[in-house]
């Protein structure tokens, strides 16, 4: 069953890469995407993202360097339908604080965005056509413009152009026509979005620079850890091992990011091999982590040569949430990128918060047990070790769920994305977090001249299981004539002439 689920996993980022040559984000493809009713407009929704404004240029016969550009937009309809001339289909570009400059309602009714009988009455639109009105922050928007179709033709053209951008902020596109004949009407073609910086949507371009010093992060630490490890590779412990993988993995993870996100703002095309390959590495690196902290928890190498019968159950549940993080990897980071998440991300989000609630339940709980045989067997030097690693684990439990507390305020008072210059904060803090912790882990645990001290003895005081094991025997009832008192005893033992030595002492670390 393992060597199945490793077989899967190891072509599963080739499947992914196959299926997806070639994505593209900030070049936002529309490849026949239908325009459909909502309210009394038909629409289409063309990208959004945050925008940073252009940097002034003493030279205005040079390009902006921040615009949404309008390349090969077709509209199509079918033949059938194609007998008469129609109305604008209307391309609409806004800024996100002046939505309100989009659409109407009459007398205090529903808002709409076509012009209705009642706002025509009353002088404010023309009927049919979509309700705008100039914004009184920003000069010059929303920007409206479109095209319609002549008679007996089934596609019509977007002349090409380019919006400059003056404001920072969040900018969306809709496609949208009033016609109610206009039916079954598809988009096609490009726009392309670019920051002063680049291609990166405005979300993500901090994170660039981001996961650079997070590389340097897992360089400084790597060489301290590599430099004890061969320092003191004789006294290596198998959990010093799976360190070693952890570091080394967030090496890769970090650095593939980095390129990742430097390829994408450099060409406005997301290189989907790099990205898939980030993914998978990360995806690694958390599930073995979750694993070693499992493991550590119930005492393995420490103070239990194995997990027992617990193996097959730990591998279980370290597998499955491989599948489920890699799958909610792979749907938020490989596809085409809005700054505005679908709801579909919540399906894929609900099975890896459930297993790592389930990872973390485990865990406190083997945490107590080994702490507690520890303690009854006055093992004090790996009992301080826990005692520290149950603080961290503690700590870092706390923060996440403060942080989890501040994410939801976040997102449930930042409905239209305004804020999106701070939403990197929310993925960078979380690899803060593991980083600190695998930090933490590794100041604990860091190989050294003492590492065996923290090692599995044969010793029969550190037999964990045999305590699991007597529990499972229900002990039966002595009778009257077994009870013997202690000064029987030791008389019958006088009599027989049996003595004894000491009691072997406890042992003290």
């Known amino acids: 069953m393992l060597s199945r689920f490793k077989s899967v996993t190891a072509f599963l980022p080739l499947v992914v890469f196959l299926l997806c040559v070639r994505i593209e984000a900030s ?78 309602s009459a007398y205090g009714g529903q808002r709409a965005v076509c012009c209705t009988a009642d706002l025509a009455k009353l002088g404010v639109c023309t009927q049919g056509q979509i309700i705008h009105r100039p914004s009184t922050n920003n000069p010059g928007w929303p920007q409206v413009f479109g095209v319609s179709f002549d008679v007996d033709k089934v596609e019509t053209i977007l002349p090409p152009r380019s919006i400059q951008i003056t404001k920072s902020g969040m900018y969306n596109l809709y496609f949208i026509h009033c016609d109610p004949n206009l039916k079954e009407v598809v988009v096609k073609g490009k726009t392309v979005w670019k920051n002063p910086t680049g291609y990166l949507p405005g979300r993500m371009a901090p994170l660039m620079n981001f996961y650079g010093f997070m590389s340097l992060g897992f360089v400084v630490l790597g060489i301290f850890w590599f430099s004890q490890y061969a320092r003191y590779w004789r006294e290596v412990l198998p959990l010093q091992n799976c360190v070693t993988i952890v570091i080394t993995l967030g090496m890769f993870e970090m650095a593939l990011w980095y390129f990742d996100y430097a390829e994408f703002n450099e060409t406005g095309v997301r290189p989907t091999g790099i990205t898939v390959w980030a993914v998978t590495f990360g995806t690694v690196k958390r599930t073995v982590s979750w694993l070693i ?40 980071n490989v596809g085409a990128i809005s700054d505005l998440s679908g709801k579909a991300r ?164």
């Open 27 to 104: 070049v936002h493809e529309y490849t026949g995407d239908k325009l459909l009713s909502k309210g009394n407009a038909f629409v289409v929704h063309g990208g959004s993202e945050g925008l940073y404004s252009s940097i002034p240029n003493l030279n205005e016969s040079s390009p902006p360097d921040s615009f949404i550009r309008f390349e090969k937009i077709i509209f199509q309809r079918p033949g059938e339908l194609s007998n008469f001339s129609s109305g604008s289909i209307h391309a609409i570009v806004f800024e996100v604080d002046d939505r309100e400059t989009i659409g109407g």
């Open 346 to 509: 919540l399906f894929f989000v609900l099975p890896v918060a459930i297993l790592d609630a389930f990872f973390i339940l485990w865990i406190f709980t083997s945490l107590s047990s080994t702490l507690n045989k520890l303690q009854a067997r006055r093992m004090l030097a790996k009992l301080d070790i826990y005692r520290k690693f149950t603080n961290a684990l503690a700590v870092a439990v706390v923060v996440s769920v403060g942080w989890i507390c501040y994410e939801l305020y976040f997102k449930s008072n930042d409905i239209y994305n305004e804020q999106w210059q701070n939403a990197w904060i929310i993925p960078a803090f979380w690899q803060v977090l593991s980083f600190s912790l695998l930090c933490v882990i590794c100041a604990l645990w860091a190989p050294s001249q003492n590492s065996m001290r923290y090692a599995y003895s044969d010793d029969a005081s550190e037999e964990f299981d045999k305590e699991d094991t007597l529990t499972l025997i229900k002990p039966s009832l002595l009778t009257t004539k077994d009870v013997r008192s202690p000064s029987e005893l030791r008389s019958a033992e006088s009599g027989n002439g049996l003595s004894h030595g000491d009691p072997e002492e406890d042992k003290t670390e």
């Open 293 to 332: 902290i499992l493991m550590v928890s119930m005492g393995y190498g420490v103070v239990r040569p194995t997990l027992g019968g617990l193996t097959s159950k730990v591998l279980m549940l370290g597998a499955t949430f491989f599948v489920a993080s890699e799958v909610l990897e792979l749907v938020e």
